[in-house]
């Protein structure tokens, strides 16, 4: 799968009441939650951002509430992808759980706003189109590969529950 | 080699010999827990997906603590999906206004973890059990609803680190102080997807009170659990909590949860904390950490204390002590929130609630409301709040540009007569 979208670029240690307030999580709505995506950082970011759009940040993304509301109004303002020097820990999971692609870079200082980037989720390879240079990133380990092939935890423990024999 | 006990109360819940940091297990949970935020999320995704049956209508908390009583329409309906969910389902744990406290204060007065248990949430804060020697690890919602199909949750079994706290500490200096100052020294992320195994003569001595304050904020570090082996104090306290019958079964098992002597650690921290002085906070990282004293010229508008960090007993106790015939300043608004509803009884029966109400505060019922910028407390445009709470993010308490100072209830008591912030003396 291919990701084609302009980078959002964000610093370190965006947590996740920056990428939705907890005022907003009276909704479970992704559309409804994404309206209100990173307000109180770049107040204009949901203005700005399209959909196929990608996030690129620095160390320890997502740190600390566990709302998964938070990837939700990740995706639910249109963002594709999350590219970050290191996520944090619950919001990894949840980031998986739901099916929010995302891949850790160390080179993210490289990448500047507005870069037109290009990412093939199969291989972990991202281009740069606009500074003409490619990353390879890390895959995802084989237990989580599975998880995100079947479209999210839930229905991994679905398709678990209902085919116990052949797994 | 040995194993943490953090390695051993994963292990002792998966289906496998051995485990090693970085492995993928499924492990069997022994309680989860979802609020009124995360809980509907969970509910939406068991449904959605056409579960009909949780597994174990006994393992399941529901604690719809952070926007009740409910602060608008939408959050009552929030409520009420966790409301008919338990009544649908027959859930034992959910506990309705009345009987309601702030989660993580909560499932631990009602003897709900005990050590050796594994237990998620979906709340980063989970980690606060830890201090009862659990595994407790905060997760999201489809997790929680995950757990509600099989009882089970994936974990990568994190490594962990040692932090030993050595000396004596000086009057006043508590639980929240020796969490802020290891935030200060590690950072924000100095735990990420680690386990902090807090030991050493210091942590000993320490109050089952201040032991939850400590886990409660190693999420602040990123860690995935923080966790204290259970030792004496433990004990006295669960048998406090649940009677002497229902210990046994923990005393037989009691070095199980200790740590091996050949564990191994990714990292050792040793600090004396003899000198170590009231610790606040700055925003808007719970790790911009200064002593107390060298930040007397800041201005608050608001002090809460309160919340999962620091609503216990003991905190209104020392809150109560350092404001017991004084006036707070003019103009400043002081809350006190009481975690649970039996705390809220206890400070009543003390008379700790007159020495609130005297000074010139308000005391509430249980809620997270304010820490999160839910209500009962949410801060105007330039406003300044010194919180007992346990996150200063950008407009974590209401406006973007709002500011937060973290403390313990000793220095907010403090500050809360001078209307600066002021170490107590």
């Known amino acids: 799968m ?14 996740t009441d920056d990428i939705i307030p907890a005022r907003y999580l009276v909704s479970t709505d992704p559309v409804e939650l994404g309206r209100h995506c990173m307000e109180n950082i770049r107040a204009d970011f949901v203005k700005k951002v399209k959909p196929g759009d990608i996030i690129v940040a620095g160390k320890n993304f997502g740190c600390g509430s566990s709302r998964e509301h938070a990837p939700l109004a990740i995706k639910g303002c249109g963002v594709a992808a999350v590219i970050a020097k290191s996520f944090a820990a619950i919001f990894f999971r949840n980031a998986i759980n739901i099916g929010l692609p995302f891949l850790e870079l160390e080179e993210i200082d490289e990448i500047e706003e507005g870069d037109f980037l290009e990412i093939d989720l199969a291989s972990g390879i991202i281009k740069n189109l606009t500074q003409n240079q490619t990353y390879k990133t890390e895959a995802f380990p084989e237990f989580l590969q599975e998880i995100v092939k079947k479209g999210g935890l839930i229905n991994y423990i679905k398709y678990k529950v209902t085919r116990p024999d052949k797994d | 080699m040995g194993y943490t006990i953090a390695q051993k109360i994963l292990l002792a819940h998966a289906d496998k010999k ?77 506990f309705a206004l009345g009987n309601m406290g702030i989660e993580h204060v909560l499932l631990p007065q009602m003897g709900l973890v005990g050590p050796g248990d594994l237990v998620i949430g979906a709340d980063s804060h989970t980690c606060t059990y830890g201090a009862l020697g ?52 590690i950072g924000v992320d100095g735990a990420s997807y680690k386990v902090m195994e807090f030991s050493g003569p210091v942590i000993t001595r320490l109050s089952m009170d201040d032991r939850f304050t400590m886990a409660n904020m190693a ?17 006295n306290y669960l048998k406090f909590i649940r009677g002497k019958k229902k210990l046994t079964q923990y005393a037989i098992h009691n070095t199980q949860y200790k740590s091996d002597k050949d564990a191994v650690y990714e990292k050792i921290y040793t600090w004396d904390v003899s000198e170590l002085e009231p610790q606040v906070a700055c925003p808007h990282l719970p790790s911009k950490v200064r002593p107390a004293g060298e930040l007397q010229d800041i201005k608050i508008d608001q002090v809460v204390i309160g919340s999962c960090t620091n609503g216990r007993l003991s905190d209104l106790r020392i809150a109560a002590q350092i404001l017991k015939g ?77 500011f937060v100072y973290l403390s313990g209830p000793a220095v907010a008591a403090a500050s809360a007569i001078t209307g600066k912030i002021t170490p107590p003396n």
């Open chain 2, 18 to 94: 051995d485990i090693k940091p970085g492995d993928f297990i499924e492990a069997k949970i022994d309680l989860c827990l979802g609020n009124d935020i995360t809980a509907p999320l969970a509910i939406e995704e068991f449904k959605k997906s056409g579960f009909k049956k949780v597994f174990d209508r006994n393992k399941i908390a529901l604690v719809p603590d952070h926007f009740l009583p409910a602060k608008d329409l939408k959050s009552a309906n929030q409520y009420k999906v966790l409301a008919d969910f338990a009544s649908e389902q027959g859930i034992r744990h959910f």
């Open chain 1, 2 to 15: 291919l990701i084609k979208g302009r980078v959002h670029k964000f610093a370190d240690n965006i947590n």
């Open chain 2, 134 to 185: 659990a595994y407790a690890t905060g997760v999201g919602s489809t997790d929680l609803a995950r757990a509600f199909v099989d009882g089970k949750c994936w974990f990568k079994v994190p490594p962990s680190i040692k932090l030993i706290y050595q000396g004596r500490l000086k009057k006043w200096v508590l639980g929240k102080d020796l969490i802020l100052f290891t935030l200060g020294k």
């Open chain 2, 326 to 402: 004084k006036k707070i300043k003019p103009g400043l608004r002081l809350i006190v929130i009481p975690a649970t509803q039996r705390i809220y009884q206890e400070a009543v029966k003390e008379g700790l609630v007159e020495i609130f109400l005297k000074a010139g505060g308000v005391f509430s019922t249980p809620t997270c409301g304010p820490c999160l910028g839910g209500h009962m407390g949410v801060l105007a445009e330039g406003e300044v709040c010194l919180a007992t709470t346990n996150r200063n993010f950008v407009g974590r308490m209401g406006s973007p540009k709002s």
């Open chain 2, 219 to 235: 999420i602040e570090a990123g860690a995935r659990a923080g966790i204290i082996e259970p030792d004496e104090i433990t004990f």
